[in-house]
């Protein structure tokens, strides 16, 4: 049954075959060479280029009816599909640049120069006939396509009675009909651009702006639709489905499509940008819903760019990190985006839920923040886009929120507390802590996890006084409410105190050891050695004492010093005890009262000073002197060996 106004036409088998190789359509508007490039281009044809004598005849002959709207001041009907290459002289075709087989050019009218490198066709006085000509005069456009070009009509609502595919076919009032694939087609009136129905005669549509050609976007008045619209911009685009339509009608490739370049001649590609679709009724306060019965991951990475400052003497830890936590929120979704995330940046994070995070650390303190950056927002693609809707005016990819990610990023400097444990300084091994948790929510809606390793380094681990060795993360649960732990470990460089603290204080330790060596009758020279080398040390020990932290107990470097002042003190001692039992020793020889028993000997055996060296050596502050020389270094060797193992046990905790 056909129903409205229909006509008899007897028509091929190869025009009714939508796939027909090389057909040719003549568009009669005179436009530049530039432009007619451009114009075919929309409809995903090319400017048609006669590859034989036959083929030139039958294109002339088809569309000499519109010389009229096509001659000008050149005589020409339209362009032809090549280009003339200045420095080789050839005309080289449009669509692979290489020369052209075959040409019908008039004689003297084929060469090549910098102001004919275009060529025209047709004419009344030179039929079938080419010639050279400026790129910048105007003729029409004769396109050639591999089929009937095949545009689709976007913008309408889902419920509407026009087709929304329509294919160039025949002429109507010397303009291209756009011929829809069931009942309603788009024609010139002589007037305007308008859509009817031979299906339905109460539907039309008018476009209100008269343009040549209603390609690209362009508003209509509507009559007679299911659509509530009366009055709705459309979209009519010969793109195909990976590319987007510009509002001129331009087709460009997807991924161009906000990228932060304008690509299209109206820069149209770089409008409408953000990537977020936020539907009626999201509240920002509200955490994103579960999708299972699983509660939402909220995926946590922290990056440790820098440590700024790590401070013994006020227990402090400064650095500077980036946290990113990434979740999904299916109540949202995203168009356009790009591969590289940093390209899908949210322009209004307010009107998102995004997750506030709260910094402890080992003392259960606040962090302080120092600097940031107030955050970032992103959308990570995970998936490919959802199925395409033409009732959306531009060919925006779609994708879902529950499979592609929000990406908040921030950037922070971090003051903490640390609970240091500074009894085996400077061989000890400090570690700190901070605690990461997402306020407002709990296990049952979201949950903190790792991102990956879920902690890297990207500073300089060597500081002034300590070197970073190790950094753990691990996640604890509290209450129903899920933390990031993570944990910094430091070990003290203690090479700078080995050489201007421990090296110097054990010569001065060795110098009031030697002491021990002097002759017992020079006291003075003994106990000045030993008194200067106790002063030097305590000097050393105050000094120390100003750089190093001040704890209520002792640490190893004290204790280094406490002994080794103790040791130059008790070498003090003994030196004053031996003089003191050698000048007894002396007055007993002197006193008149005392009767001294005498050994006679032959002489020639031993001299008078032998005698007296052997007198002296026998004595008993020979005797206590030497056993000091004995005792003084193993007491300092069990010490040393003591003190080697507690610093060791520093190193390895």
Same mark, same amino acid.
């Given at each position: ?14 025009? *009714? ?13 005179? %436009? ?198 009366? =009055? ?47 539907? =009626? ?6 955490? /994103?819903?579960?999708?299972? @019965? %699983? ?13 700024? =400052? ?10 500077? *990190? ?127 996890? %790792?991102?990956?390793?879920? @902690? ?121 005890? *031996? ?12 006193? /008149?009262? %005392? ?59």
């Amino acid at each position: 049954m056909i129903k409205g106004q229909t006509q008899l036409f007897n028509i091929s088998e190869d025009e *009714v075959c939508r796939h027909i190789p090389g057909y040719t359509m003549l568009f009669p508007e005179k %436009k530049t060479f530039i432009d007619s490039i451009s114009w075919c281009d929309k409809l995903r044809g090319d400017i048609a280029l006669p590859t034989s004598l036959e083929n030139n005849i039958q294109i002339f002959d088809k569309f000499i009816e519109f010389n009229n709207e096509c001659f000008d001041v050149w005589q020409a009907l339209y362009w032809v599909g090549a280009s003339g290459n200045v420095s080789s002289g050839q005309w080289l075709r449009l669509i692979d640049d290489q020369p052209i087989h075959w040409h019908n050019f008039k004689d003297s009218w084929e060469s090549v120069t910098d102001k004919y490198s275009c060529i025209l066709a047709g004419g009344i006085l030179h039929p079938y006939e080419w010639y050279h000509a400026p790129c910048t005069v105007i003729a029409c456009v004769m396109c050639n396509f591999t089929s009937h070009p095949e545009v689709h009509l976007r913008g309408l609502c889902e419920s509407s009675l026009f087709d929304r595919s329509l294919f160039l076919h025949e002429y109507i009032n010397n303009r291209p009909k756009f011929d829809g694939a069931r009942h309603s087609s788009i024609i010139w009136n002589n007037k305007s651009w308008v859509m009817e129905s031979r299906l339905y005669p109460q539907l039309s549509a008018k476009m209100v702006d008269q343009m040549d050609y209603p390609v690209g976007l362009h508003l209509w008045n509507i009559r007679g639709d299911k659509c509530r619209q009366k =009055e709705v911009y459309l979209l009519l685009t010969a793109c195909r489905a990976d590319e987007f339509t510009c509002d001129d009608g331009t087709c460009i490739d997807k991924s161009q499509r906000c990228d932060l370049s304008t690509d299209c001649p109206d820069h149209t590609d770089e409008l409408t940008c953000d990537v977020m679709a936020i539907p =009626e009724g999201y509240s920002a306060q509200l955490p /994103p819903p579960k999708i299972t @019965l %699983k509660p939402v991951p909220l995926l946590f990475h922290l990056n440790i760019t820098s440590i700024r =400052e790590f401070n013994v003497v006020s227990f402090t830890l400064t650095i500077d *990190v980036i946290i990113t936590i990434r979740w999904n929120d299916s109540r949202v979704t995203f168009t356009n985006l790009q591969e590289d995330h940093r390209k899908n940046k949210v322009k209004q994070p307010g009107l998102l839920w995004t997750p506030e995070l709260m910094v402890t650390d080992g003392t259960q303190s606040w962090v302080q923040h120092g600097q940031t950056d107030g955050g970032d927002l992103y959308v990570v693609k995970m998936t490919p886009p959802m199925a395409d809707n033409n009732a959306v005016l531009h060919e925006d990819d779609v994708y879902s929120g529950s499979n592609n990610s929000l990406l908040y990023r921030l950037h922070k400097t971090l003051k903490s507390r640390c609970q240091l444990d500074l009894e085996s300084y400077p061989f000890d091994t400090q570690r700190c802590s901070l605690f990461f948790t997402v306020q407002g929510i709990t296990d049952f809606s979201g949950k903190l996890d %790792k991102e990956g390793a879920g @902690l890297t380094f990207a500073g300089t681990r060597q500081l002034l006084e300590y070197n970073l060795v190790d950094e753990t993360i691990h996640d604890i649960t509290e209450e129903q409410v899920t933390q990031m732990k993570v944990r910094l470990k430091f070990t003290n460089l203690y090479k700078y105190y080995t050489m201007n603290a421990f090296l110097p204080s054990t010569m001065m330790l060795v110098i009031s050891y030697f002491s021990l060596y002097f002759d017992l009758e020079d006291f003075q020279d003994r106990i000045m050695v030993s008194l200067t080398s106790l002063l030097v040390l305590a000097a050393f020990f105050s000094q120390t004492s100003l750089t190093i932290p001040k704890t209520s107990y002792l640490k190893l470097i004290d204790v280094w010093y406490v002994a080794l002042i103790s040791y130059v003190f008790f070498v003090i001692i003994s030196l004053i005890f *031996v003089e003191n039992l050698r000048l007894r020793d002396i007055k007993q020889q002197q006193c /008149p009262h %005392k009767t001294i028993q005498v050994t006679p000997f032959a002489p020639g055996h031993i001299s008078s000073k032998e005698l007296a060296t052997t007198i002296h050596t026998n004595s008993l502050p020979a005797r206590l002197n030497c056993f000091l020389i004995v005792f003084f270094p193993l007491a300092f060797f069990v010490f040393f060996v003591y003190f080697v193992a507690a610093c060791a046990d520093g190193l390895k905790e």
